[in-house]
């Protein structure tokens, strides 16, 4: 029940409340429609991190990376150090 | 595939863990590009190596949350570490945290007549003090799982001669769904839906560990997706009063094994700062809108956790305004009160100072099929995850 997993919108239907904000989002495949009130910001292509039907934060695609970026400076940094 | 499913269990119940498993990567999953960069192996191995070059002293660290107990149980990250590094499962699952007193207040209620009592499942097989959930729709009570409180509102709009009750369980997470549901609630004059408070909040638990005489913990793996909500800022007075590192984390493989690294690196040069290591969904502040409802929906309030006791403002209730959608109060159960029993050792394995296969009931009378304590219910519950993927 914990686990928010990321998924992306497909697309964002209109409704005549903010709150009510819907889209339908992808989970590699599987199809549910989650509540996008928290997300004002998202736009259908974006990944949304899910949690019990609602999104509650977009995945920044930048930050994304910075997850290998930061090996490769570590490593790039025990370089410099091993040729001092 | 899930071990324990009762065959008489809502079709749902299937269908949900399905996807659930899905959702954990047991299967290949090659459409969803963060998932698959997540989960390199090569990169893994990176991190565990460099943990090893840094590493020159015993560590204590624990992971606030059951959902990266569950990763670093299933793809054995534990056992990447360097001798003498040490991961502790904390209590952050809400399954296994909400308290006896409040199972046997969601039986009370679902065995009523005219309630449709509606639940995440994993909240279905929790034994309260005489029988689950389960076991209640068996006997013919209206118990109905849902996926998201949403779904709940619906069945109340549709059945407005019945008493539609949900189960509000989980950390700062489900606040903000949760609190949607009651806020929409009262927007659309629904007389006839309620909600079972028992929330939880991550940082006054996190408090009441490191407070404590037994305290092993040295350093935290803070949970990335509640930090989505609530942001970081809470953590800083915490690092700073009983000096340990806080590293934000998220919930793949790699996530953790940097979240470990970057958390080690502060212990070994004598830091203890607050670090991010899930930036591409935690931003310092949170997310506001979300923290907007749950505010006013809810308060801050003093709450029982299963096996640990009552922890001041630990927890979410009400406020004034929605007092008229407890569920404990409108069924007159705000005075039950429930003593836990004692063989079940969760409470300690919660606040890290014994592992589940420590447990003299671990796989000989508390199994999955069979649970004593909500720890072996839960896919985040620590007593599960060993007893899936450990065999001791
Ligand atoms: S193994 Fe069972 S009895 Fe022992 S602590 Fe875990 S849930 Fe409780």
């Known amino acids: ?84 | 595939m899930l071990k324990g499913r009762r065959k008489s269990a809502n079709q749902n119940l299937i269908t949900i863990s399905t996807l659930d498993s899905r959702l954990r990567g047991d299967i290949k999953w090659n459409k969803l590009k963060f998932i698959d960069e997540y989960r390199d192996k090569e990169a893994s191995l990176k991190y565990s190596s460099l943990i090893n070059d840094i590493t020159t002293k015993k560590w204590n660290i624990m992971e606030v949350c059951g959902g990266q107990t569950h990763s670093i149980v299933k793809f054995g990250i534990d056992e990447l570490l360097p001798e003498g590094v040490n991961l502790i499962h904390g209590p952050g699952c809400p399954v296994c945290v909400t308290s006896l007193e409040l199972i046997d207040k969601s039986i009370e209620i679902a065995s009523r007549e005219n309630v449709i009592f509606c639940s995440f499942g994993d909240m279905l097989r929790v034994p309260g003090s005489k029988k689950d959930l389960l076991q209640v729709k068996a006997e013919g009570g209206d118990v109905r799982m849902m996926y998201s409180p949403l779904d709940a509102l619906k069945i109340a709009r549709e059945n407005p001669d019945k008493e539609v009750v949900f189960f509000a369980v989980g950390f700062e997470t489900t606040a903000p769904a949760n609190a949607m549901a009651v806020y929409q609630a009262k927007a659309q004059g629904l007389k006839n839906f309620s909600i079972l408070v028992s929330h939880v909040l991550v940082p006054p638990a996190m408090e009441a560990i490191l407070s404590s005489k037994s305290n092993l913990v040295q350093g935290f793996l803070a949970a990335g997706h509640v930090c989505a909500v609530m942001g970081y800022n809470e953590y800083f007075p915490l690092a700073e009063k009983y000096k340990v590192p806080i590293v934000v984390t998220g919930f793949e493989p790699l996530d953790i094994l940097q979240g470990i690294y970057m958390c080690i690196k502060q212990l070994e040069e004598g830091r203890h700062e607050v670090e991010n290591q899930y930036a591409r969904v935690v931003n310092r502040e949170g997310n506001q809108s979300a923290m907007n409802i749950v505010s006013t929906v809810f308060k801050v309030g003093t709450r029982k956790w299963r096996g640990i006791g009552e922890i001041p403002d630990s927890g979410l209730v009400l406020q004034d305004d929605y007092i008229d959608y407890d569920a404990s109060l409108k069924f007159g159960l705000a005075e039950m009160t429930v003593e836990e029993p004692k063989e079940c050792i969760s409470g300690i394995i919660l606040q890290g100072l014994k592992k589940p296969h420590e447990c003299e009931a671990f796989g000989k009378i508390c199994t999955p099929e069979h649970p004593l304590g909500a720890t072996m219910v839960s896919n985040e519950g620590a007593c599960a995850a060993y007893y899936r993927y450990r065999k001791v």
């Open chain 1, 1 to 84: 029940m914990c686990l928010a997993v990321p998924g992306k919108i497909l697309s964002i239907s209109d409704t005549e409340s903010e709150l009510m904000r819907t889209g339908r989002v992808s989970f590699g495949g599987i199809v549910k429609e989650v509540n996008l009130a928290y997300t004002p910001e998202a736009k259908v292509g974006d990944y949304v991190i899910v949690h019990v039907g609602f999104a509650l934060n977009t995945v920044d695609e930048e930050e994304a990376k910075r997850v290998f970026q930061y090996l490769d400076e570590i490593e790039g940094l025990d370089e410099l150090r091993e040729t001092e």
